[in-house]
Structures are given as structure tokens and as C-alpha cells.
């Protein structure tokens, strides 16, 4: 008995030695905390009280070693029933002891109510972050993820180093690894393209040509399965792969005076030139995207602002359909989906990046993000989580998440990445990360994790 004393606080292994203790009473305390190995190696311990104390939070798994409780008393305290006492909440529904009412002094909602009353902690006491999970030391430009005889890849164009380099997930080492490298000119993009059992990589390079590789079972890597022609791809800054129809299309953004942004379909041997757009604008990127169960491209340029594009069934072929007004010097325009929503991102270097909602007649602006020297703004989501990765060149790159109660993305995390050219989402064994490529410094993946606040 050890009532009616001024103890404040009981430290791990407090009764270290008592493994015969029966019953244990310490009421009428001043007790604001406990450690989590209290009551260590009590394992005979069959009545324990701790009422009248000012407890208003315990320890998660405090009672693990109270291997024969048969009676616990907490009357007279009052707890905070927040994400601290989820262990508790789902302790006591489990538990064959038996257990005073334990009740709540807060939050504001559960105020004098008891613990088993509260309806649920699972939206509340878990959050989210990212952590450092692998470096590649070499820069990089873009970044492609695609899936082949289950098991998840990564093609990783590198300018500096002239490589498009091929990763795969190790499910020992549980990184990634080195697979195939395919050697050129200045590659500014890779490009995974599935048919069938065929893996094609679309190779775009400044200098010497774009190509396209097969992969070739036989030799185990990558070879070179076909030309595009240099005089319409002169200064590739995106690819875009879509599919209409069940055909097979991939667009090539060219950014040069010269060059011509253009549409490739796969005609079961190859992939020839399909349709020219856009002529003169030097486009930065293509974004292909279903806009009310019809096919749609969006094509932003530094010379104007984002045309739209929509798929003609007759004629097979992408028409003028509309534009983005008042967005110019869009860099990129990327589209997710969210609750049933389209939304578009627009990407700016100078002046405030977009964020874009579609209302059925037309892409409406929800939320502007500062972002002076940015790159990229790039939607990716983990368990529905939403998040949009901004990068600039001059200053730490930021994470923003969806607030479903704010309808905004709000600042969520900084990270440092040099001169960031893109972020790619890529999940393989239940894991989810993501790839930031910097064009000055190293390559960074970042792994996704969930937080247990309790």
C-alpha cells in the first residue's frame, strides 16, 4: 500500500525484484507520469490501482508484463483521449481484466465522457512522411517506372553521363540495383513502352538522334530496335505514352525552332510517325487525358499559352479543341484524379505555378503555389494520400498534401534537392517512394511511410 503519499512520478523498474507481488496500490498520489517499464517482470501482479492520481496519459503497452491482472482501478483521473490512448482504447476491448471506467477530460468532444466512447482514432493518429531511403550518385533528368514480369523497374535518363541506366527492385536487399545501361548522346528522357510481353524503351536524345531499344531476351539487355527521324524530333523535352482504342501511342514534346512535336502509334512491327502537331511552338511538354470519357492532349509551350487537343474518332487523328488562357510560359501540365476530379497542374518558371480543377466546361483555377524558379510540379499520391512535389532551382524543393477540409494543398514538407528536373512515384512490395532527379547533384529516393501518432 502506497496511498496517500506526493509521488509524482514512477520510473522504469520501480519494483524491480517483487516477481511474488500480489496486489499493488498507489492511490491518492500526485502522479502525472509513468514510465513505460513500470511495472517490469510484475508478472504474479493480479490487483493494481492507481486511482486518484493526475494521470492523463499512459505509456503505450505499460501493462504488457501484467501477465495475471484480474482488476485495474483508474477512477479519479482523467485523460486526454487523443492519439496518447489509442493503445489504451484498443486495450481495453481486449483485455480479460477488469477495468474501472477510464474517462476523458478532453478533447472538447469527449470531455466527461469514458474512453470506450470514442468512435474512432484512425484518421486522426496516423500522418505521414518522407525519408531518405537511397541515394544514386549520378544526375539525372527524368525518371520512368514501368513493370515487367512482376517485378518493378526504373529507367533513369543521365545527360552528363550519357547513359540511360535501367534499375530494378531487389527483393533481398530491398533496394534498387543496377539492371542494363544503354549507352548515347546527351539523353534527356526514357521512356518504358509495354506491348504485349515486349519492352520497348523510347530513348530521346539532343544530339545524334532518338532511338527506341527492345529488350532482348536472348542477349538479357536492351538493343536497338529503331530510328526516329531527326528531322522532326530536333530538341525532345517530353514523352507522353497513351493508348486510344486499344492502340498504342506515344508523343514526343520537341522544344526546338525546328523540330516538331509528334505522335507515334505502334503498327505491330514498329512505331512510325502518325500525326505532326503543333508546328513552330517549340512545346515543352505533352500530357495526354480522358476529359468526360474523351481523349484529350495538352500541349504547353514557353511561345503561348497550353493548347487542348481532343481525339477525333473519325478522322483518328488529334484537333484544336481549346486553350488554357491566361497561362503563359507554362513549362509542364500534368493531370491526376482525386475523389472523381480532374485536376491539371501548371508548372511555371516565373510567376506562381497552378493548380487547375476541371468543371465540365473548363479548367478552373483552385489554388496558387509561389514558385520562382520551378521545374516541375508533379502530382503523385500514396494511399490516399495526395501530394504535389514542386521543385525550383532556387530554393529547397517542397511537398505539398491535400487538406480534404481546406480543399487546398497545404506546405507539408521540405526537401533538398539540386537543380530537381522531376519526381516519380514508384511502389513495389507494398512499399511506396519516390524519385527526385537532380540535374547538379545526386540522385535521391525518398520512401513514403506512415506514422502512428499513438
Request: hydrophobic share 40%; aromatic share 14%; net charge negative.
Amino acid at each position: 500500500l502506497l496511498n496517500s503519499n506526493s509521488f509524482t512520478i514512477i520510473r522504469d523498474d520501480a519494483f524491480a525484484g517483487l516477481f511474488h507481488l500480489e496486489y499493488l496500490f498507489i492511490e491518492g498520489n500526485k502522479i502525472e507520469t509513468i514510465s513505460r517499464n513500470a511495472f517490469r517482470g510484475l508478472r504474479d501482479l493480479t490487483h493494481l490501482s492507481l486511482a486518484n492520481n493526475h494521470l492523463k496519459a499512459l505509456p503505450r503497452d505499460v501493462f504488457s508484463d501484467l501477465d495475471s491482472l484480474i482488476e485495474l482501478d483508474l477512477r479519479g483521473n482523467k485523460f486526454e483521449c487523443d492519439c496518447k490512448a489509442k493503445w489504451l482504447f484498443l486495450w481495453l476491448k481486449m483485455t480479460n481484466s477488469t477495468v474501472s471506467d477510464v474517462l476523458c477530460i478532453g478533447p472538447a468532444e469527449y470531455q466527461d465522457k469514458k474512453l470506450n466512447d470514442v468512435t474512432s482514432f484512425d484518421y486522426e493518429c496516423t500522418t505521414t512522411d518522407f525519408i531518405v531511403h537511397q541515394i544514386l550518385p549520378y544526375q539525372s533528368v527524368s525518371v520512368d517506372t514501368f513493370n515487367s514480369k512482376n517485378d518493378v523497374f526504373v529507367a533513369i535518363a543521365q545527360p552528363s553521363m550519357e547513359n540511360c541506366m535501367v534499375l530494378e527492385w531487389d527483393h533481398i536487399e530491398m533496394n534498387f540495383r543496377s539492371y542494363d545501361n544503354i549507352t548515347g548522346q546527351s539523353i534527356v528522357g526514357c521512356k518504358a513502352i509495354l506491348v504485349g510481353d515486349q519492352v520497348f524503351v523510347v530513348v530521346a536524345q539532343l544530339f545524334g538522334g532518338s532511338h527506341i531499344y527492345k529488350y532482348d531476351e536472348s542477349w538479357t539487355k536492351f538493343v536497338k530496335f529503331q530510328d526516329i527521324e531527326v528531322s522532326r524530333i530536333s530538341k525532345p523535352n517530353d514523352i507522353e505514352l497513351f493508348e486510344i482504342d486499344s492502340e498504342m501511342f506515344f508523343v514526343i514534346a520537341d522544344s526546338s525552332k525546328a523540330g516538331l512535336s509528334t505522335v507515334y502509334k505502334w503498327n505491330n512491327k514498329g512505331f512510325y510517325s502518325y500525326q505532326s502537331l503543333h508546328e513552330w511552338f517549340r512545346d515543352t511538354d505533352a500530357e495526354f487525358l480522358d476529359i468526360d470519357g474523351k481523349s484529350h492532349l495538352i500541349l504547353s509551350s514557353r511561345s503561348q499559352v497550353p493548347i487542348i487537343l481532343q481525339w477525333n474518332k473519325a478522322s483518328k487523328k488529334f484537333v484544336p479543341h481549346s486553350e488554357i488562357p491566361n497561362m503563359e510560359d507554362v513549362l509542364a501540365v500534368k493531370s491526376f484524379r482525386m475523389q472523381d476530379n480532374l485536376y491539371i497542374t501548371l508548372t511555371r518558371f516565373i510567376g506562381d505555378s497552378r493548380v487547375m480543377k476541371w468543371n465540365s466546361k473548363q479548367f478552373v483555377e483552385i489554388q496558387a503555389l509561389p514558385s520562382r524558379g520551378a521545374m516541375t510540379l508533379q502530382p503523385f499520391s500514396f494511399k490516399n494520400n495526395y501530394y504535389l512535389a514542386l521543385g525550383s532551382d532556387y530554393t529547397f524543393s517542397q511537398i505539398y498534401q491535400w487538406d480534404g477540409e481546406k480543399k487546398l494543398f497545404i506546405l507539408f514538407k521540405e526537401i533538398y534537392v539540386q537543380a530537381p528536373r522531376s519526381f516519380t512515384a514508384v511502389s513495389t512490395d507494398r512499399r511506396d517512394f519516390f524519385f527526385a532527379s537532380s540535374f547538379k547533384g545526386n540522385t535521391q529516393i525518398f520512401e513514403h511511410i506512415i506514422i502512428d501518432l499513438s
